[in-house]
C-alpha cells in the first residue's frame, strides 16, 4: 500500500469548512484513496473514499487532485463533534490478498473549537 | 443494534494469565479482522479472516490465537500475557468484492497487563 503524509494537527473554527491535506504521491492506478476517523476513545469510522473523480456524501467531500498525487478531505460545516484524528488510507480497493487490510498511519488530530 | 461488539470493554489482568476477547458482528459480512491500538495510538492489523479462514498474520507473537467459529464471530485468545499486551484492541469486519466495502470497527477492548 502506498504510504501517505498528512499534517500532525489542524485547528477549525466551528460552523467553517475543515480541510484535511493528504499528499500520497507514490499511489498506483488501483488504489483507491481511504478516509477514517477516529474519535476519542471509539473505534475508527469510515468517512469516505474515491479513486480519481471527486466524491461527496453525508459526511464530507474528497477532492483528488488529477494526478492522483494528493487529496483534500473537506468537512463543509466542522462542529465540535467533528473534533478527532482523521486518517489519509490508500489501499487497493478489495479482494486479492490484502482483503481490506487498511494499513493507519500518524492521522491528523482536527480539533474544532467554539 | 450495535454493528460489531466486543466484550469486555475493559479488561485487567496480571503477568502470566490467559486471556480472550470476543467480537461478533451482525451486518453479514465474510471478513474480520484484529487490529492493536498502542500507547502511542499506532493502529496496526494483526489478524484478518475471511469465511472463517486465516488470511492476513502480521507476525504476531504466537501466544495470541484468534478462532473464528463461524463468519460472524472472531474471538481473540492472548496467552501468557505480558505488559507489552497493554493496548486497546479492535475488532472490525468487512465484505469482500464489489461495492462498497468499507470496514466497521467494534468500540475497542481495553487490555491492561499489570
Known amino acids: 500500500d502506498a504510504k501517505t503524509t498528512q499534517p500532525p494537527s489542524m485547528d477549525c473554527a466551528e460552523g467553517r469548512a475543515a480541510n484535511l491535506p493528504c499528499n500520497h504521491s507514490?499511489?498506483?492506478?488501483?488504489?483507491?484513496v481511504y478516509w477514517y476517523r477516529q474519535i476519542h476513545s471509539q473505534g475508527p469510522q469510515y468517512i469516505i473514499h474515491g479513486l480519481k473523480n471527486n466524491e461527496t456524501n453525508e459526511m464530507a467531500s474528497l477532492i483528488i487532485t488529477e494526478d492522483r498525487k494528493s487529496s483534500t478531505l473537506i468537512l463543509p460545516h466542522a462542529t465540535l463533534r467533528d473534533t478527532a484524528v482523521y486518517y489519509c488510507?490508500?489501499?487497493?480497493?478489495?479482494?486479492?490478498?490484502?482483503?481490506?487490510?487498511?494499513?493507519f498511519g500518524q492521522g491528523t488530530i482536527l480539533t474544532v473549537h467554539p | 443494534d450495535t454493528a460489531v461488539s466486543q466484550t469486555p470493554k475493559y479488561l485487567v489482568t496480571q503477568m502470566g494469565n490467559d486471556k480472550s476477547i470476543k467480537c461478533e458482528q451482525n451486518?453479514?459480512?465474510?471478513?474480520m479482522y484484529w487490529y492493536k491500538q498502542d500507547s502511542k495510538k499506532f493502529l496496526k492489523i494483526m489478524f484478518s479472516?475471511?469465511?472463517?479462514?486465516?488470511?492476513i498474520n502480521e507476525t504476531v507473537p504466537n501466544r495470541f490465537s484468534p478462532k473464528s467459529p463461524d463468519k460472524a464471530h472472531l474471538n481473540l485468545h492472548i496467552n501468557s500475557l505480558e505488559l507489552g499486551d497493554s493496548a486497546v484492541y479492535f475488532c472490525?469486519?468487512?465484505?469482500?468484492?464489489?461495492?462498497?466495502?468499507?470496514?466497521?470497527f467494534g468500540q475497542g477492548t481495553r487490555l491492561t497487563v499489570v
Open positions: 488510507i490508500v489501499r487497493i480497493y478489495a479482494g486479492g490478498t490484502s482483503y481490506g487490510k487498511l494499513t
Open positions: 472490525a469486519s468487512s465484505r469482500q468484492g464489489q461495492g462498497n466495502t468499507e470496514a466497521f
Open positions: 479472516y475471511n469465511n472463517k479462514e486465516l488470511i
Open positions: 507514490t499511489i498506483s492506478g488501483n488504489e483507491y
Open positions: 451486518l453479514g459480512h465474510d471478513t
